[in-house]
């Protein structure tokens, strides 16, 4: 089965950096996307940017687009998010996941928590 392991959270203030890693076990082919998602106090969950391990193509959500950047190490099996200019709305459970053939994503875990002061 696939495992993921998301950690790297932490307190920073405004303006500063974070980088969060997702370390992931399992994967029995190379077609998989790994995306990263956050969840602040009393919203939804939602998309923040996601790459291919295999051909490493990525999407970044408009509101992170310049400040956030995803990357990856396959020989580690790892995916990092490199977080930078953090903003107070930044604030939230940062979530990785992953999915094959654009199937649902399915192994939340349970998420690093980043809190941004103002």
């Known amino acids: 089965d696939v495992q993921l392991q998301a950690s790297g959270g932490g307190l920073v203030q405004a303006g500063g950096s974070l980088r969060l890693s997702c370390t992931a076990s399992?994967?029995?082919?190379?077609?998989?996307?790994i995306g990263w998602f956050r969840q602040a106090p009393g919203k939804r969950r939602l998309g923040i940017t996601c790459?291919?391990?295999?051909?490493?193509?990525?999407y970044i959500d408009s509101s992170v687009k310049g400040r956030f950047t995803i990357s990856r190490d396959n020989y580690k099996n790892t995916v990092y998010l490199q977080m930078n200019s953090l903003k107070s709305e930044d604030t939230g459970i940062y979530y990785c996941?992953?999915?094959?053939?654009?199937?649902?994503?399915?192994?939340w875990g349970q998420g690093t928590q980043v809190t941004v002061s103002s």
């Open positions: 790459i291919s391990l295999s051909d490493g193509a990525t």
């Open positions: 399992g994967f029995t082919s190379d077609d998989y996307t």
């Open positions: 996941n992953t999915r094959n053939n654009g199937a649902n994503w399915d192994y």
